[in-house]
């Protein structure tokens, strides 16, 4: 049963660079899935961040394209998030997610979740 | 841009009853790319439908989706306790890629 583990610093200072992991356990990071970042504000609705293929192309929301990076680490089964100059507007729960490739094709949505893992973004 | 818009922002119901949430794009969706999740307190959303009707894996029966175009609908029959949670809409396609609405809250009346 593949699970997915979010983990990084809980607090990043303003203008720093958040980092995150998203560790992929009990299958392998394969070649029909895309896998992707999501964040939730306290009291706010799930903000979509992008997206990462197995052979690291991305797709980034536009909102958040200038200071976003992806990518994939096959060997770990990992993947990683990269937040540049965070200000307080980033604090979030962030949560990885996969995109599968079902047997009638895209799901084109999240069937799969890790737990979250929350990120303040304060001095 | 897509913009999702759900409605209503809360509604509150009884178990037993029927539930029916509405989640409009401001454009029409490519392939009726239009998912629905639920998310309780402190947990990370559920999919319950993606393809605007297909149910994911294991999700009961009493959750049905419709709707083509702009407007869909997550209808949710005979209400459980156990219902009584958060619902978004995600679509898949245009600019941004992905997003989600704003959200409805099913609470216990």
């Known amino acids: 049963q593949v699970q997915l583990q979010e983990s990084g610093p809980g607090l990043v200072k303003p203008s720093g660079t958040l980092s995150l992991t998203c560790t992929v356990s009990?299958?392998?990071?394969?070649?029909?899935?895309?896998w992707d970042w999501v964040r939730q504000a306290p009291g706010k609705e799930l903000e979509w961040i992008g997206e990462?293929?197995?052979?690291?192309?991305?797709n980034y929301n536009p909102s958040l394209k200038s200071r976003v990076t992806m990518s994939v680490d096959k060997s770990r089964n990992q993947l990683s998030l990269q937040l540049r100059s965070v200000t307080a507007a980033d604090t979030a729960v962030y949560y990885c997610a996969r995109e599968p490739l079902g047997s009638s094709g895209w799901y084109k949505a999240f069937d799969l979740w890790g737990q979250g893992t929350t990120v303040t973004v304060s001095s | 841009e897509i913009v999702l818009t759900q409605s209503p922002g809360t509604l509150a119901l009884s178990p037993g009853d029927r539930a029916i949430l509405s989640c409009r794009s401001s454009?029409?969706?490519?392939?009726?790319?239009l998912a629905w999740y639920q998310q309780k307190l402190g947990q990370a959303p559920r999919l319950l439908i993606y393809g605007a009707s297909t149910r994911d894996t294991g999700i009961p029966d009493r959750f049905i989706g419709g709707g083509s175009g702009t407007d869909f609908t997550l209808t949710i029959r005979r209400l459980e306790p156990e219902d009584f949670a958060v619902y978004y809409c995600q679509h898949y396609g245009g600019s941004p890629l992905m997003s989600f609405g704003q959200g409805t809250r099913l609470e216990i009346k």
């Open positions: 009990g299958g392998a990071i394969g070649t029909s899935d895309w």
């Open positions: 990462i293929y197995h052979n690291g192309n991305t």
């Open positions: 454009q029409s969706l490519t392939n009726n790319y």
